[in-house]
């Protein structure tokens, strides 16, 4: 039978208490003189690069033990070199180095106050061991309740400062979004001006080379004249200095009565004045061809400056050209419009509704005897294509947004000709923001056609046009979408769906 024998715990205070104390006083003298203290916060840091990398010791070669994403915060607790030195520092209860680089981190100073308590760190801590749990119904203190609020309010404040960066980095990321909407503008139009000069001066130079033409075929002809009579000419320029040197009487001979003088006077005067009216005619050909002459060289001179311009305006065009393809390929690496390039479309769209309402009812437009509405269904597509974008509501990327197709986009080569579905009258016919080179033709009872992207306009506001007359070239004016025509039909300023009015199987 085991025997315990019998412990007096009453008696134990008053023999082992001085000792126990003596034992703990120890112990904390040994303790404060090995460094256990509680560290003081310096710096509060946010993390400003992507992948940094905490060390094990201040030191490059030290081994990476963690790497902090960019936003990330931690406590500052030594700084030592300064700028470019080490900091220690202390993230989720573990510690670490990193380098004191503006690059690196952001270090915001800790305001003076009453220091609290925080978990004591033993010697030489592991660094960054994830701290342990508290057990599961443990009550939390007064105390510890106190810092869990403050920490849940500096959790707030931290979360409030990452949504206004957020919004400022939206903001920021909004305005070059437009920025770059308004340049691809600005290219649009230039691209367009030197396009249409480049057509006018191409024109120019084929009426500058058939005027050449011309003008060396009447030198041809004016030579061949000259040829002809130079000759004849030249006898009877001979024979006149001759009849000068003898007088007409010698010329003539004695007469045999008075009528013969006579007869033979007048007859030398005609002969006279026929090789006059020959040389004068012949020295007014040689002026002419001189006058000829000096226009061809001047027709030849204003060829060639009609050519170097052209030169100048087809490397404008290329120039703004690779601009336009750069700014594309910039959108396309994005992969989707953001915000601010749907509220420029909006913006375009809305501008357009005001051109239409602004409109007045054209005086012409009671001379349109067929009905529009008539042929619902039956109208021609305006030219042969694929349909890449349709008529309704759509959703733009990533984003809870969506922006309305107001009509149709038919895929098209440059230069295609573009036809109109309807007899009607020009109401507008130049360049509108986010469209290109636009037209917009009334078809009678507040019924329009509108024609967008177009290269080329080949009617002025205020002409009238027939049912599958070509009005304009297709084009990439306005579009991001490359070379293509966007066709709209409204009623009383609404869109309506283009497919519903156009003939199927006609595109």
Same mark, same amino acid.
């Given at each position: 039978?085991?025997?315990?024998?019998?412990?007096?715990?009453?008696?134990?205070?008053?023999?082992?208490?001085?000792?126990?104390?003596?034992?703990?006083?120890?112990?904390?003298?040994?303790?404060?003189?090995?460094?256990?203290?509680?560290?003081?916060?310096?710096?509060?840091?946010?993390?400003?690069?992507?992948?940094?990398?905490?060390?094990?010791?201040?030191?490059?070669?030290?081994?990476?033990?963690?790497?902090?994403?960019?936003?990330?915060?931690?406590?500052?607790?030594?700084?030592?070199?300064?700028?470019?030195?080490?900091?220690?520092?202390?993230?989720?209860?573990?510690?670490?180095?990193?380098?004191?680089?503006?690059?690196?981190?952001?270090?915001?100073?800790?305001?003076?106050?009453?220091?609290?308590?925080?978990?004591?760190?033993?010697?030489?801590?592991?660094?960054?061991?994830?701290?342990?749990?508290?057990?599961?119904?443990?009550?939390?203190?007064?105390?510890?309740?106190?810092?869990?609020?403050?920490?849940?309010?500096?959790?707030?404040?931290?979360?409030?400062?990452?949504?206004?960066?957020?919004?400022?980095?939206?903001?920021?990321?909004?305005?070059?979004?437009?920025?770059?909407?308004?340049?691809?503008?600005?290219?649009?139009?230039?691209?367009?001006?030197?396009?249409?000069?480049?057509?006018?001066?191409?024109?120019?130079?084929?009426?500058?080379?058939?005027?050449?033409?011309?003008?060396?075929?009447?030198?041809?002809?004016?030579?061949?004249?000259?040829?002809?009579?130079?000759?004849?000419?030249?006898?009877?320029?001979?024979?006149?200095?001759?009849?000068?040197?003898?007088?007409?009487?010698?010329?003539?001979?004695?007469?045999?009565?008075?009528?013969?003088?006579?007869?033979?006077?007048?007859?030398?005067?005609?002969?006279?004045?026929?090789?006059?009216?020959?040389?004068?005619?012949?020295?007014?050909?040689?002026?002419?061809?001189?006058?000829?002459?000096?226009?061809?060289?001047?027709?030849?001179?204003?060829?060639?400056?009609?050519?170097?311009?052209?030169?100048?305006?087809?490397?404008?065009?290329?120039?703004?050209?690779?601009?336009?393809?750069?700014?594309?390929?910039?959108?396309?690496?994005?992969?989707?419009?953001?915000?601010?390039?749907?509220?420029?479309?909006?913006?375009?769209?809305?501008?357009?509704?005001?051109?239409?309402?602004?409109?007045?009812?054209?005086?012409?437009?009671?001379?349109?005897?067929?009905?529009?509405?008539?042929?619902?269904?039956?109208?021609?597509?305006?030219?042969?294509?694929?349909?890449?974008?349709?008529?309704?509501?759509?959703?733009?990327?990533?984003?809870?947004?969506?922006?309305?197709?107001?009509?149709?986009? $038919? &895929?098209?080569?440059?230069?295609?000709?573009?036809?109109?579905?309807?007899?009607?009258? #020009?109401?507008?016919? =130049? *360049? !509108? @923001?986010?469209?290109?080179?636009?037209?917009?033709?009334?078809?009678?009872?507040?019924?329009?056609?509108?024609?967008?992207?177009?290269?080329?306009?080949?009617?002025?506001?205020?002409?009238?046009?027939?049912?599958?007359?070509?009005?304009?070239?297709?084009?990439?004016?306005?579009? $991001? &979408?490359?070379?293509?025509?966007?066709?709209?039909?409204?009623?009383?300023?609404?869109? #309506?769906?283009?497919? =519903? *009015? !156009? @003939?199927?199987?006609?595109?």
């Amino acid at each position: 039978m085991l025997y315990f024998p019998e412990t007096d715990f009453k008696a134990m205070p008053r023999k082992i208490g001085p000792f126990f104390f003596a034992c703990i006083m120890a112990a904390a003298f040994i303790l404060g003189r090995a460094g256990l203290c509680y560290p003081q916060v310096l710096y509060k840091g946010k993390i400003n690069t992507a992948k940094l990398n905490v060390r094990s010791a201040p030191d490059n070669r030290a081994s990476v033990v963690v790497v902090l994403n960019r936003g990330e915060r931690v406590n500052v607790l030594e700084m030592k070199g300064g700028v470019g030195g080490w900091l220690t520092v202390e993230y989720q209860g573990m510690q670490g180095y990193i380098r004191n680089h503006n690059r690196y981190i952001l270090l915001k100073p800790v305001s003076a106050r009453p220091k609290q308590k925080q978990k004591p760190v033993p010697p030489n801590p592991t660094p960054f061991l994830s701290p342990t749990p508290p057990a599961k119904g443990i009550q939390k203190t007064p105390d510890e309740s106190s810092k869990t609020s403050g920490e849940n309010h500096a959790g707030q404040k931290i979360i409030a400062r990452q949504i206004r960066e957020e919004d400022r980095k939206v903001k920021e990321f909004s305005r070059q979004e437009v920025q770059i909407i308004d340049r691809l503008n600005e290219i649009d139009m230039a691209l367009n001006r030197a396009r249409t000069t480049a057509r006018n001066l191409r024109r120019n130079a084929v009426a500058i080379a058939q005027e050449i033409e011309r003008t060396q075929a009447r030198i041809a002809n004016l030579n061949n004249a000259m040829k002809k009579t130079q000759d004849y000419a030249g006898k009877r320029l001979n024979a006149l200095f001759r009849m000068h040197m003898l007088g007409r009487l010698e010329m003539a001979g004695p007469p045999s009565s008075l009528f013969n003088f006579v007869t033979t006077q007048n007859a030398l005067k005609k002969v006279v004045t026929s090789d006059f009216a020959l040389l004068d005619k012949q020295a007014r050909t040689m002026a002419a061809l001189t006058g000829l002459e000096q226009d061809l060289n001047s027709q030849h001179k204003l060829k060639s400056d009609l050519q170097k311009q052209l030169a100048d305006e087809i490397e404008i065009r290329k120039k703004e050209t690779r601009k336009k393809e750069n700014i594309l390929k910039e959108i396309r690496r994005r992969k989707r419009l953001s915000l601010a390039a749907i509220n420029a479309l909006k913006i375009s769209s809305q501008a357009l509704n005001r051109t239409i309402s602004a409109m007045p009812s054209p005086a012409g437009s009671s001379r349109i005897k067929t009905s529009f509405a008539e042929h619902k269904g039956r109208l021609q597509f305006p030219l042969k294509g694929k349909i890449i974008s349709t008529f309704g509501t759509k959703r733009k990327g990533d984003y809870n947004a969506f922006t309305f197709q107001s009509g149709i986009d $038919i &895929k098209a080569e440059r230069g295609t000709p573009v036809k109109t579905v309807f007899n009607g009258e #020009v109401m507008f016919a =130049r *360049w !509108l @923001k986010g469209y290109g080179n636009l037209m917009i033709i009334n078809h009678g009872n507040n019924y329009y056609t509108l024609y967008a992207h177009v290269e080329e306009l080949y009617k002025k506001k205020g002409e009238r046009v027939n049912t599958g007359e070509i009005i304009a070239t297709a084009g990439d004016t306005g579009s $991001i &979408k490359g070379p293509c025509l966007h066709f709209e039909v409204r009623h009383h300023g609404k869109p #309506v769906d283009p497919l =519903r *009015w !156009l @003939k199927k199987g006609a595109g």
